[in-house]
């Protein structure tokens, strides 16, 4: 089951796929269409990246802890 951080994070990976609304490209420039595009592009990294550093950190709690519980269990 996932914790609220994956769902939280999940979230915002889906969010900066999304496609923009059209009104909010029409009063920009060329040069601010290229800086919202770059923008978009890092935000979908970052919500990538955080989101497997989230699952990695976790699993290897998980992992760790059921270690730990098996050999106390020895």
Partial sequence: MPCKFC???EEAV?????????????GLTESGR???ARQKEERQ????????KHQRSRH???????????AASE
């Fill in 60 to 70: 290897k709690m998980t992992n760790t802890a059921v270690v730990v519980s098996s």
């Fill in 7 to 9: 769902i939280k994070l």
């Fill in 45 to 52: 990294v970052k919500a990538k990246t955080d989101l497997e």
């Fill in 14 to 26: 889906a969010e900066s796929v999304r496609l923009d609304a059209p009104n909010i490209l029409l």
């Fill in 34 to 36: 290229r800086n919202r």
